[in-house]
C-alpha cells in the first residue's frame, strides 16, 4: 500500500531563509523514518530527497562562498520497519546513512539499548565516518577493555571563511545503555584533561557541541558554562536533541542551541553572521553574532525552493538512486503487506487521554487485555503495565501494514509478572509510577523512558517567548526577523522558542497536544464485581524494560527493600511475544481487510 503523497503544500509561501557566514542542516532523532512518511504528505520526502537538497544547499553555499555543516544527533534507530523489520535490525540503515554527506554526527540513546545494535554503530558506522563521529562521553568494551565509542571532539578549519571549529558530540547521563557501553556523567567528561585542552585552545573561533540532548536541560547548561568560562568571548554554536520537539534557547549573547523535532519531519536550518576568524579582519561592530534558525518541514516542496532548483533539476542522480535503493529494501523486508484495516485514527496526544480517540486507551480497553495471555494464568485477574514511552506514533484510520507496527510499537520487550500480588498493593502501583513526586520519574529520565516531549506551544501572539533571559527585552544576540504573510494553513508543527513564534517554515495550523502517560495500566479477567468486591491477589504483568522500576514500586508501597527483586519475576509469554506481534496479530484478526 503506498497511499500516493500530493503535493502537500499547495497554496504555501515559502520564506527565503536568510543565509550567514555559516549556515547548518541539522537532523536528529529520525529513528529510522528515512523512507519518508507514506500518510502524511507534509513530511513525504525520503533520505534520497534529503541527499538532493544537501547537494544543492552545498552548492548554494559555495556559490554565496560561505561556509556550510550538515550535522545529525542520533537516535537514527528503533521506530521504523526500515530499521526494525531487518535482521540484523538496522542493516539497511546503515547502508543508507553512509550516503548521506553529514560532517558531524553523533550517537542517541537508541544506539545503545541494544548490545547488537550498538556494536554495529561502533563496527559501521564509526569507522566509515572516522573523526567526524563524535562521542565525548561513551565508551565500549566488545573486546576487553574499555575504548571510547568514538572520537571524542574535531578541530577543523571551514574551506571558505577559514573559521577554526573545535566540535564535541554528547549524549545525556543515559543509564539504560547495554553493559557493552557505558556513558559518562557529562560533568565528569567536563574534568577530564582532554576536554580542558580543548577548551583552553584559543586559537578556536567557534565551539560547535552536537548533543543527544534536550536543549532545556541540566547537563547541555554544564557544556555551554564550562566552555563559556573558558571562553568568555568565543561563539557556541549547540545542536540538541532527544525529546522530539522543535526547539530553540538562547544561552548568551553568543550561544544557542537548535533542537529540530523527530522522524524525518523536520530538517533544521541555523545561520551564523559576525564570526570573527583569530586572524581576519575583526567584525565592525564588535563581534555581535547573529543568529537566524528556520524549521523546513521535510517534504520536497520545501526542499525544492529552498535549493532554488523548483521542480526540474531538484533530483540529484544520487538522491534519484538513494529513493530507488529504500523502495527496494522495503520491497524486501515487505513493509507494504496489508494486515488490517484501522477503523478509526488513534493518536497518542493529539486526542485526550483516556479517550475513544486515544491510542493508549485503545490499547488498555482492547488489546492488551485480549493479547496479553498466559493459558496456564488465564484465569487469573491481570493488571498490565507498559511504559508510555514505548509508543511512537499514531495510527491512521485505514491500511494497518507491516511497517505500521513498527511505526507504532517497535521494541522487543516481552512481558514477565509478579504472581498474586495482593490487591491493595497493585492497585498502588500506577500511582508511583505516574506520580512525578515518585522516585521512578527520575530513575525514568535517566534511563530515557519518558514519553518524548512533544510540546507545541500555542500560537499565542501575545506570549512572550520562552525563556528571554531576565531585563533582555530582545532575544539576546542578535536575530534577523522576517514578516509573516497570510498563508492557508494545514495541521502541523506550531513552534514558540525562545525567538519568538516565526521558526515554522510552513506555517501550520495549530492543535491541541495532550498529556501522555508515563506507564500505562490495563486490567484483564477482573470479576464483574470487583469494584466491591476485589479479587485478593492479582498477577501484575510488565514490559520486562520496567521491571526493576516495577520492583522498587511494589518494595516502596509495602515499605520493604527486599520484597521484590527482578529475578523473582518469571516470564509472562514468550520471547517472541512482542507487543509488536500481538499487535499485527490483533489487527489480522480483528480488523478486516477491506480498507474503505
Ligand atoms: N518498552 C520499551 N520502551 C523503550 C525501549 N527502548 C526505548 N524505549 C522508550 O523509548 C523512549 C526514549 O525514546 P527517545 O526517542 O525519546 O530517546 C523512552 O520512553 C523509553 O521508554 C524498549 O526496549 N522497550
Ligand atoms: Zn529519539
Ligand atoms: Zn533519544
Same mark, same amino acid.
Request: one cysteine or more.
Given at each position: 500500500?503506498?497511499p500516493?503523497?500530493?503535493?502537500?503544500?499547495d497554496?504555501?509561501?515559502?520564506?527565503?531563509?536568510?543565509?550567514?557566514?555559516?549556515?547548518f542542516? %541539522?537532523?536528529?532523532?529520525?529513528?529510522?523514518?528515512?523512507g519518508?512518511?507514506? =500518510?502524511?504528505?507534509?513530511?513525504?520526502?525520503?533520505?534520497?530527497?534529503?541527499?538532493s537538497?544537501?547537494?544543492h544547499?552545498r &552548492?548554494?553555499a559555495?556559490?554565496?562562498?560561505?561556509?556550510?555543516?550538515?550535522?545529525?544527533?542520533g537516535?537514527r534507530s528503533?521506530?521504523?520497519?526500515?530499521w526494525?523489520?531487518s535482521?540484523?535490525?538496522?542493516?539497511?540503515?546503515?547502508r543508507i546513512?553512509? =550516503?548521506?554527506?553529514?560532517d558531524i *554526527?553523533?550517537?542517541?540513546? %537508541?544506539?545503545?539499548?541494544n548490545?547488537?545494535?550498538? *556494536?554495529?554503530?561502533?563496527?559501521?558506522m564509526?569507522?566509515?565516518?572516522g573523526?567526524?563521529?563524535?562521542?565525548?562521553?561513551?565508551?565500549?568494551?566488545?573486546?576487553g577493555?574499555?575504548?571510547?565509542?568514538?572520537?571524542r571532539s574535531?578541530?577543523?578549519?571551514?574551506p571558505?571563511?577559514g573559521f577554526?571549529?573545535?566540535?564535541?558530540g554528547?549524549?545525556?547521563?543515559?543509564?539504560?545503555?547495554h553493559p557493552?557501553?557505558?556513558?559518562k556523567?557529562?560533568?565528569?567528561?567536563?574534568e577530564?584533561?582532554?576536554?580542558?585542552?580543548?577548551?583552553?585552545?584559543?586559537?578556536v573561533?567557534?565551539?560547535?557541541?552536537a548533543a543527544?540532548?534536550?536543549?532545556?536541560?541540566?547537563?547541555?547548561q554544564?557544556?555551554?558554562?564550562?566552555?563559556?568560562?573558558?571562553?568568555?568571548e568565543t561563539?557556541? =554554536?549547540?545542536?540538541?536533541?532527544?525529546?522530539?520537539?522543535?526547539?530553540f534557547?538562547?544561552f548568551?549573547?553568543?550561544?544557542?542551541?537548535l533542537?529540530s523535532g523527530?522522524?524525518?519531519?523536520?530538517?533544521?536550518?541555523?545561520s551564523?553572521?559576525?564570526?570573527?576568524p583569530e586572524h581576519?579582519?575583526?567584525?565592525?561592530?564588535?563581534?555581535?553574532?547573529?543568529?537566524?534558525r528556520?524549521?523546513?518541514?521535510?517534504? &520536497? /516542496?520545501?526542499?525544492?525552493?529552498?535549493?532554488?532548483?523548483?521542480?526540474?533539476?531538484?533530483?540529484?542522480?544520487e538522491?534519484?538512486?538513494?529513493?530507488k535503493?529504500?523502495?527496494s529494501y522495503?520491497?524486501?523486508?515487505?513493509?507494504? &503487506?496489508l494486515i488490517?484495516c484501522?477503523? =478509526?485514527?488513534?493518536s497518542?496526544?493529539?486526542?485526550p487521554?483516556?479517550? /475513544?480517540?486515544?491510542?493508549?486507551?485503545?490499547?488498555?480497553?482492547?488489546i492488551?487485555?485480549?493479547?496479553?495471555?498466559?493459558p496456564?494464568?488465564?484465569?487469573?485477574?491481570?493488571?498490565?503495565?507498559?511504559?508510555g514511552?514505548s509508543?511512537?506514533?499514531?495510527?491512521?484510520?485505514?491500511?494497518?501494514?507491516?511497517?505500521?507496527?513498527?511505526?507504532?510499537?517497535?521494541?522487543t520487550?516481552?512481558?514477565?509478572?509478579?504472581?498474586?500480588?495482593?490487591?491493595?498493593?497493585?492497585?498502588?502501583?500506577?500511582?508511583?509510577f505516574?506520580?512525578?513526586?515518585? /522516585?521512578y520519574s527520575?530513575?525514568?529520565r535517566a534511563?530515557?523512558?519518558?514519553?518524548?516531549?512533544?510540546?507545541?506551544?500555542?500560537?499565542?501572539?501575545?506570549k512572550?517567548p520562552?525563556?528571554?533571559?531576565?531585563?533582555a527585552?530582545?532575544?539576546?544576540?542578535?536575530?534577523?526577523?522576517?514578516?509573516?504573510?497570510? &498563508?492557508?494553513?494545514?495541521?502541523?508543527?506550531?513552534?514558540?522558542?525562545?525567538?519568538g513564534?516565526?521558526g515554522d517554515?510552513?506555517?501550520?495550523?495549530?492543535?491541541?497536544?495532550?498529556?501522555?502517560?508515563?506507564?500505562?495500566?490495563?486490567?484483564?479477567?477482573?470479576?464483574?464485581?470487583?469494584?466491591?468486591?476485589p479479587?485478593?491477589?492479582v498477577?501484575v504483568?510488565?514490559?520486562?524494560?520496567?521491571a526493576?522500576?516495577?520492583?522498587?514500586?511494589l518494595?516502596?508501597?509495602?515499605?520493604?527493600?527486599?520484597a521484590?527483586?527482578?529475578?523473582?519475576?518469571?516470564?509472562?509469554?514468550g520471547r517472541e511475544?512482542?507487543?509488536?506481534k500481538?499487535?499485527?496479530?490483533?489487527a489480522?484478526k480483528?480488523?478486516g481487510r477491506?480498507?474503505?
Amino acid at each position: 500500500i503506498q497511499p500516493q503523497a500530493k503535493n502537500p503544500v499547495d497554496g504555501q509561501e515559502f520564506r527565503d531563509l536568510e543565509w550567514g557566514q555559516l549556515n547548518f542542516l %541539522h537532523t536528529t532523532d529520525n529513528h529510522g523514518w528515512h523512507g519518508g512518511h507514506l =500518510q502524511e504528505p507534509q513530511y513525504s520526502a525520503d533520505l534520497g530527497d534529503y541527499i538532493s537538497f544537501v547537494s544543492h544547499m552545498r &552548492r548554494r553555499a559555495h556559490e554565496k562562498d560561505v561556509d556550510f555543516l550538515v550535522v545529525d544527533t542520533g537516535d537514527r534507530s528503533e521506530g521504523n520497519g526500515l530499521w526494525d523489520a531487518s535482521d540484523p535490525k538496522g542493516m539497511y540503515t546503515r547502508r543508507i546513512l553512509q =550516503q548521506l554527506d553529514v560532517d558531524i *554526527l553523533t550517537t542517541g540513546n %537508541h544506539e545503545l539499548y541494544n548490545g547488537t545494535t550498538a *556494536l554495529n554503530e561502533h563496527l559501521e558506522m564509526v569507522p566509515f565516518f572516522g573523526d567526524r563521529y563524535l562521542s565525548s562521553n561513551i565508551d565500549i568494551n566488545w573486546r576487553g577493555e574499555w575504548e571510547p565509542f568514538a572520537n571524542r571532539s574535531l578541530k577543523f578549519v571551514t574551506p571558505k571563511m577559514g573559521f577554526n571549529v573545535t566540535a564535541f558530540g554528547f549524549l545525556f547521563n543515559f543509564t539504560g545503555n547495554h553493559p557493552i557501553t557505558r556513558v559518562k556523567p557529562v560533568a565528569t567528561v567536563l574534568e577530564e584533561q582532554w576536554f580542558k585542552d580543548a577548551i583552553a585552545d584559543k586559537e578556536v573561533d567557534l565551539f560547535l557541541v552536537a548533543a543527544h540532548i534536550d536543549v532545556h536541560t541540566l547537563e547541555l547548561q554544564q557544556i555551554h558554562d564550562a566552555i563559556r568560562a573558558a571562553n568568555p568571548e568565543t561563539p557556541i =554554536q549547540i545542536f540538541g536533541g532527544h525529546s522530539h520537539i522543535r526547539d530553540f534557547k538562547v544561552f548568551d549573547e553568543k550561544s544557542t542551541a537548535l533542537e529540530s523535532g523527530r522522524y524525518c519531519e523536520t530538517v533544521g536550518f541555523l545561520s551564523l553572521d559576525g564570526l570573527a576568524p583569530e586572524h581576519g579582519p575583526k567584525p565592525k561592530d564588535g563581534g555581535a553574532i547573529t543568529t537566524f534558525r528556520r524549521y523546513i518541514d521535510f517534504n &520536497r /516542496p520545501g526542499f525544492q525552493h529552498h535549493s532554488g532548483t523548483g521542480g526540474a533539476n531538484f533530483d540529484t542522480p544520487e538522491g534519484l538512486s538513494m529513493s530507488k535503493e529504500i523502495t527496494s529494501y522495503r520491497q524486501l523486508l515487505d513493509l507494504n &503487506r496489508l494486515i488490517g484495516c484501522a477503523p =478509526q485514527d488513534f493518536s497518542l496526544m493529539k486526542d485526550p487521554f483516556p479517550g /475513544p480517540h486515544n491510542w493508549y486507551s485503545y490499547l488498555a480497553e482492547t488489546i492488551l487485555p485480549e493479547m496479553v495471555r498466559n493459558p496456564m494464568r488465564d484465569s487469573h485477574p491481570r493488571m498490565i503495565f507498559i511504559n508510555g514511552g514505548s509508543q511512537r506514533f499514531d495510527v491512521f484510520k485505514g491500511p494497518f501494514t507491516y511497517d505500521t507496527s513498527f511505526l507504532v510499537s517497535p521494541f522487543t520487550s516481552r512481558f514477565m509478572y509478579a504472581k498474586d500480588v495482593e490487591w491493595n498493593v497493585a492497585t498502588q502501583l500506577l500511582d508511583y509510577f505516574n506520580n512525578d513526586a515518585s /522516585p521512578y520519574s527520575a530513575s525514568a529520565r535517566a534511563k530515557g523512558d519518558l514519553p518524548p516531549l512533544d510540546k507545541h506551544a500555542d500560537y499565542d501572539d501575545a506570549k512572550q517567548p520562552r525563556n528571554v533571559m531576565p531585563g533582555a527585552q530582545i532575544p539576546l544576540g542578535r536575530r534577523k526577523k522576517q514578516k509573516q504573510k497570510k &498563508r492557508t494553513l494545514v495541521k502541523g508543527y506550531t513552534t514558540n522558542d525562545d525567538f519568538g513564534h516565526d521558526g515554522d517554515d510552513t506555517v501550520h495550523e495549530y492543535f491541541e497536544k495532550y498529556p501522555t502517560p508515563k506507564v500505562l495500566q490495563s486490567n484483564a479477567s477482573f470479576p464483574a464485581d470487583y469494584a466491591t468486591n476485589p479479587p485478593p491477589v492479582v498477577d501484575v504483568v510488565f514490559f520486562d524494560f520496567i521491571a526493576e522500576n516495577v520492583a522498587d514500586g511494589l518494595n516502596a508501597i509495602v515499605s520493604r527493600p527486599d520484597a521484590w527483586s527482578r529475578d523473582m519475576f518469571e516470564m509472562y509469554m514468550g520471547r517472541e511475544d512482542t507487543l509488536t506481534k500481538l499487535i499485527l496479530e490483533f489487527a489480522a484478526k480483528e480488523w478486516g481487510r477491506d480498507c474503505v
